[in-house]
């Protein structure tokens, strides 16, 4: 069975959208994990509060993550503009990693003393 072509027009657009949306995560996480790495550089007093390393290690490892599912997102929209269809696999574990970094990053908030 063939797709009609505004269908196919249509997939091929979404898959463009999909692209777009993960370079735009991509690059602002990339930046705000890079601002905040300068601000908690040029802040030497943050780094002698308890708990602060595993702060911001978990910190970091959330921002990698949501890298990560941007990247998939990117890989997912390019399929979909060379097949006409997402890819499922892709999907849930770009969904499993976006949740497991929210899940750390609370938990990075969890991690710092009460002020």
Known sequence: ??????????SKRRGYVAVGAGVFIVVVM???WLWLAWLFATNPSSA???????????????FALVIVCGVIGI?????????????IPLLVAMIVIFLSALVIMY?????????
């Open 107 to 115: 938990r990075a908030s969890q991690a710092l003393p009460p002020s």
């Open 1 to 10: 069975m063939s797709e009609s072509v505004p269908a196919r027009r249509f």
């Open 75 to 87: 890989a997912n929209g390019i399929l979909v503009v060379r097949n006409g269809r997402s890819n």
């Open 30 to 32: 990339a930046g705000v």
């Open 48 to 62: 002698t509060s308890p708990g602060f390393p595993e702060f911001l290690g978990k910190l970091y490892i959330g």
